[in-house]
């Protein structure tokens, strides 16, 4: 979704604000459109103040990746439905074995590396338990990957069969 046009001199502020959010937490641009499931195109206009980022569809999404205080958060945006960092639902953490097969077999995959296939990967739901090995997860990553699925985050996670 994209955010609406900038046609003011606040949205450049926005995207200085937005930058040092992002210096804050040690995150680059393109770990943070990892998060979002976006380009890293989108989010370089979104912290150079070309597409407003509080009006855009992902203000939520942004306050909940950069730790935004809820406070400031809410001071940008007051309306009602916007969802803030202390109201994150916990993550699931990312498994040893899922964590070694990032580092193993990350140089020929990068994707696997990413915090979005990582968490998606983390999130799956195992009919007789999670693979143990770094192998048995790098074939389900490479699996996936072959069918075209791409990490998408939802309220439940997503649901897979039984483990590789």
Known sequence: MAGAPVTSPDAQALGR?????LRATGKTQRELADELNV???????LVNGKVNWVRSGYFSAIVRALNVPPDTARALDPRPWAVFADQRPPLTPVPDALA????QYGDAFPDLRRAAWQAYLAAL???SGPPQTPD???TVFYQLRTLGVAPTPG????Q???GA
């Open 17 to 21: 604000q937005l930058r040092g959010f």
């Open 39 to 45: 380009g890293a195109t989108y989010v370089s206009q």
């Open 100 to 103: 070694a097969a990032a580092a």
């Open 125 to 127: 739901h195992w009919q």
């Open 136 to 138: 048995a997860w790098f």
């Open 155 to 158: 309220p439940a996670g997503p």
């Open 160 to 162: 897979a069969g039984s």
